[in-house]
């Protein structure tokens, strides 16, 4: 069954630092990717999406994530962090030719000044 | 504020007893998406309905329901609860099918005594 995978569970950077959250997904064909972010007693908002064409994408807050088909990764990074970026990240998949949107287990952002 | 609107935001109920989480999407959209949110868990994909029509299922046990009615507003039934179905239940909404941005609620949530 298709599915993403998020490697780390917390992960913490200092102000300023680049910010890499590792996202792999498991299908032979591309399948719609999403990345979203969910601040405390919030619900989930959207970061980015790729659906097809450019495989760069950018997002809001300074966040981009580049669809890499070879690796099966849909990795997010953002150059400096920053202390509101801290909160907690999901990596979502809707597998080739279903109406499903999966997510990922999550990594937490920490954020240190 | 998303545009979806979920009722009620905090539930306390007993083992055995059954709810019903209710879910306005945001005007226009047609998909109704719903997760289930907990500790051990993550998020899960629950069910989502497109136009009234039921067009994915996930993890949803057999003791949950849902439907999505004319006026496109969802609910959850939740029947024969038990403990370990204290959670934070979310619903999503998009404009589109499938590949589109999903627009969360705040989310209901229950807990089980």
């Known amino acids: 069954a298709q599915s993403v995978t998020q490697l780390g569970s917390h992960v913490s950077v200092s102000e300023g630092a680049l910010v890499l959250l590792r996202c792999n997904y498991s299908s032979s064909v591309p399948p719609y990717l999403f990345w979203y972010v969910q601040y405390p007693n919030q619900g989930l908002q959207l970061l980015l999406k790729?659906?097809?064409?450019?495989?760069l994408v950018k997002g809001i807050n300074g966040f981009e994530a580049e669809f890499k088909k070879s690796e099966t990764s849909f990795h997010l990074t953002k150059p400096s962090a920053h202390m509101s970026d801290a909160a907690e990240y999901f990596c979502?998949?809707?597998?080739?030719?279903?109406?499903?949107?999966?997510f990922g287990t999550g990594t937490r952002l920490q954020v240190f000044p | 504020d998303s545009g979806v609107t979920q009722t009620p935001k905090h539930l306390i109920t007993a083992t055995g007893q059954r709810v019903t989480l209710r879910c306005s999407p945001r005007s226009g959209d047609l998909s109704v998406y719903w997760y289930q949110q907990s500790l051990d868990q993550g998020l899960q994909f629950l069910i989502h309905y497109y136009n009234g029509e039921e067009r994915a299922k996930g993890n949803i046990l057999e003791r949950f329901s849902a439907q999505q009615f004319p006026d496109l507003h969802s609910e959850l039934n939740l029947s024969s609860l038990e403990l370990g179905d204290s959670a934070l239940y979310f619903c999503?909404?998009?404009?589109?099918?499938?590949?589109?941005?999903?627009?969360f609620g705040e989310g209901s949530r229950l807990t089980v005594l």
């Open positions: 979502a998949v809707t597998p080739y030719n279903t109406d499903k949107l999966i």
């Open positions: 999503a909404s998009s404009v589109t099918q499938v590949g589109g941005e999903l627009f």
């Open positions: 790729y659906t097809t064409g450019a495989t």
